[in-house]
């Protein structure tokens, strides 16, 4: 069975700072994406990312695929509160359509 | 357009009783699927609906956790006989499913259960 451990598991800092929260699989991923999840809502994709070593930025935020495909991170530049919310990582599980998350980031930006 | 809607936003019901959760898919989606997002164990799959076929059950915690979905659209999660631990917020989410390939998963607001 798959596991994905994402940490830390709750971070809190103050607007305009920047942060990284990391995903580690313990098997290679199909796929890798992440969500971002806000209270009473449920989660929303925010990128996909498939080739071992990919990069992809999405305004403010860089997401990274490492080249053994088994650990991603994700960094946001100058966080705002509208960043707040729990972030997932997920295996897309490709061919098997259901997705296995991580443990989750509680994120709390600070105004 | 819409979204994939649930209803009821939350529900509490005492141990032991029956209850049903209701999610419309995005319309023109073909899968429809369940999970399951409690503290201690995250967030997890429970079962999954794609057109026709046979649904993959394989998430499903015990034989008190059913599904169906009617018309290929509407789908109907019931848990019988609920327990403590069936408290959680339960999630649909639906895709379209292009002939060999996924789509992006679209999630709903969820359930909340509590059982008391």
């Known amino acids: 069975t798959q596991l994905l451990e994402q940490s830390p598991q709750f971070l809190s800092i103050q607007e305009g700072e920047n942060l990284t929260v990391y995903c580690n699989s313990s098997?290679?991923?199909?796929?890798l994406q992440w969500y971002r999840q806000e209270p009473g809502e449920g989660p929303v994709l925010l990128v996909t990312?498939?080739?071992?070593?990919e990069v992809k930025k999405l305004k403010r935020l860089t997401f990274q695929f490492g080249d053994a495909r088994k650990d991603s991170s994700l960094h946001i530049t100058a966080a705002q509160p509208g960043d707040t919310g729990l972030y997932l990582c997920?295996?897309?599980?490709?061919?098997?359509?259901?997705?296995?998350f991580g443990t989750g980031t509680r994120l709390t930006i600070i105004p | 357009g819409a979204g994939v809607s649930q209803s009821p936003s939350n529900k509490v019901t005492e141990k032991g009783k029956d209850v049903e959760l209701r999610c419309d898919p995005i319309s023109g989606h073909t899968a429809l699927y369940w999970y399951r997002q409690s503290l201690g164990q995250g967030l997890e799959f429970l079962i999954y609906f794609q057109g026709n076929s046979a649904p993959d059950k394989s998430g499903l915690p015990s034989d008190r956790f059913s599904a169906e979905r009617t018309g290929g659209s509407v789908s109907t999660l019931t848990i019988q006989r609920t327990q403590q631990e069936d408290s959680a917020v339960y999630l649909c989410a639906s895709s379209f499913f292009p002939q060999g390939g996924t789509d992006t998963q679209y999630f709903g607001p969820g359930t909340r259960l509590t059982v008391l």
């Open positions: 990312v498939v080739t071992g070593g």
């Open positions: 997920a295996d897309a599980n490709f061919g098997n359509e259901k997705l296995t």
């Open positions: 098997s290679v991923f199909s796929s």
